[in-house]
């Protein structure tokens, strides 16, 4: 078994679960109290691809205005400032304020450091608060917060997946925006929630690192 070190650990809001960093040899690694491996800073191609293909929908992301919901190791983060102008703004919501502090330290330096880039500002709350407030409309919403619609850690993430969510998270959408999940497994259901509430649904199958093993699920939806 390989050498890991327990950098830190934190609670989830909403739940009885903990957040434990590790580091081995060559990379970090956040696991799930009770669940095993969350995600790592060796297989993060999902996360990838959860900010590059709904940058890829819009017409133009070159003066995108985006919220991330879940900071995750940064990647998603990295990967919508990379596929978007200087001009782009990038909301990201975290609830653990342990995983920020881990970004901007340890973290950041597998994921490019997105947190320091101008065009980032991270606040430590629920993503459905920012989805909640009339004020702010996006050109993308791309959520993954949790593992997927079914295999929750906070059961507070509920509201995020159900029709009412959905809704609220559509109402927040320029004209022509994206509204991306991200999931550990497939969900019929969640993809026909989606339908139900009038929007266009592609889902893409992602490896989570190379070309073979995990396969994770990115939806993108967007008005019809």
Known sequence: ????????????????????LYQGKDDCSIVVSGRGELMSTRKHASEDALGALACDMLEDATEAEVLIGGLGMGFTLAAVLAATGPKSRIVVAELVPEVIEWNLGILGAYSGRPMSDTRTKVYNRDVSDLLRCDEQRYDIIALDVDNGPEALCSSGNDWLYSQAGIKCATQRLHQG?????????????????LRQCNLRVSQKSVYAHGKKGTKHIIWLAMTQ
């Open 1 to 20: 078994m390989k050498k890991r070190t327990l950098l830190g650990q934190a609670s989830i809001p909403g739940g009885d679960r903990v957040l434990k």
């Open 177 to 193: 925006g994206v509204l991306a999940y991200w999931s550990a497994t497939q969900d019929p259901h969640f993809a026909k929630q």
